[in-house]
């Protein structure tokens, strides 16, 4: 009798360590039949992607065909250095763009404009370039550095202190020159195929210019059409399809 006991125990155990083993597997087998799906449609999904001009490899960021030196505005970018213009600086010309500033006010941002002199003559030579490549190492990824956008954007908010200033004292076709500046830096960073520089646009385009419409316009007009207030771009977008 023991013995048959222990067989029929031994049976039992043996169909459920089975019966366990079959359940796993199916629930495997379901919560991995949603991947499997997904995987099979991974080759259509990189074709359509490659169809639209997604970059899906850091090869894909490279801008093609490739700008050259004589019309590119990033090499001018690149020189630009304004590690003279200090946090208290910027202060000084936040404001001098806010309504009503002080004589004091605009005394003191044109002297912070002053120092920037040589940077604003890089910008306003690199405004009229047509493209804007800075032969990034996309390979990189997250290491790769972005120096020229903190810069950038701070040449941008002493060139709307400078076109404050010219437009309150009463040279309003010099506020525009100096709008049209600022507004081909955000052209220029269109070029960029990431998220960050999209982001300094906005925060280039928000910054308080003079106070007249004409240069809000001009800002949004020279931004999307580029240096000269050209309608097409010269440098074409990147095609990545096939």
Same mark, same amino acid.
Request: proline letters at 8%; aromatic letters at 4%; hydrophobic letters at 45%.
């Given at each position: 009798? @023991?013995?048959?006991?222990? /067989?029929?125990?031994?049976?039992?155990?043996?169909?459920? *360590?089975?019966?366990?083993?079959?359940?796993?597997?199916?629930?495997?087998? &379901?919560?991995? #039949?949603? =991947?499997?799906?997904?995987?099979?449609?991974?080759?259509?999904? $990189?074709?359509?992607?490659?169809?639209?001009? $997604?970059?899906?490899?850091?090869?894909?960021?490279?801008?093609?065909?490739?700008?050259?030196?004589?019309?590119?505005?990033?090499?001018?970018?690149?020189? !630009?250095?304004?590690?003279?213009?200090?946090?208290?600086?910027?202060?000084?010309?936040?404001?001098?763009? %806010? @309504?009503?500033?002080?004589?004091?006010?605009? %005394?003191?941002?044109?002297?912070?404009?002053?120092?920037?002199?040589?940077?604003?003559?890089?910008?306003? %030579?690199?405004?009229? &370039?047509?493209?804007?490549?800075?032969?990034?190492?996309?390979? *990189?990824? @997250?290491?790769?550095?972005?120096?020229?956008?903190?810069?950038?954007? /701070?040449?941008?908010?002493?060139?709307?202190?400078?076109?404050? !200033?010219?437009?309150? #004292?009463?040279?309003?076709?010099?506020?525009?020159? #100096? !709008?049209?500046?600022?507004?081909?830096?955000? =052209?220029?960073?269109?070029?960029?195929?990431? $998220?960050?520089?999209?982001?300094?646009?906005?925060? !280039?385009?928000?910054?308080?210019?003079?106070?007249? +419409?004409?240069?809000?316009?001009? *800002?949004?007009?020279? +931004? +999307?059409?580029? @240096?000269? #207030?050209?309608?097409?771009?010269?440098?074409?977008?990147?095609? *990545?399809?096939?």
């Amino acid at each position: 009798m @023991p013995d048959k006991r222990r /067989k029929r125990l031994f049976t039992y155990l043996l169909m459920a *360590l089975t019966a366990a083993v079959f359940g796993l597997a199916c629930c495997f087998n &379901l919560a991995r #039949s949603p =991947y499997e799906r997904a995987a099979a449609s991974l080759p259509a999904e $990189l074709k359509a992607a490659k169809a639209e001009g $997604l970059a899906l490899t850091p090869e894909d960021l490279i801008q093609t065909p490739r700008v050259a030196d004589e019309r590119n505005a990033a090499l001018l970018y690149q020189q !630009i250095n304004l590690a003279n213009i200090t946090s208290t600086d910027e202060d000084v010309l936040t404001a001098v763009r %806010k @309504p009503h500033p002080t004589p004091a006010q605009r %005394k003191a941002a044109s002297a912070v404009i002053l120092k920037a002199a040589p940077a604003l003559l890089l910008a306003e %030579k690199a405004a009229d &370039l047509p493209g804007c490549d800075f032969h990034r190492s996309w390979a *990189l990824g @997250p290491d790769l550095p972005l120096p020229e956008y903190g810069v950038l954007r /701070k040449l941008a908010r002493v060139l709307a202190a400078k076109a404050a !200033i010219q437009a309150d #004292s009463g040279y309003p076709e010099e506020a525009l020159r #100096s !709008i049209r500046i600022g507004a081909c830096i955000t =052209y220029h960073l269109g070029d960029e195929p990431i $998220l960050i520089p999209l982001l300094v646009r906005i925060a !280039i385009e928000r910054l308080r210019y003079p106070r007249c +419409s004409a240069g809000r316009n001009m *800002l949004a007009g020279a +931004s +999307s059409s580029g @240096p000269k #207030s050209r309608v097409s771009r010269t440098t074409p977008r990147r095609n *990545l399809g096939p």
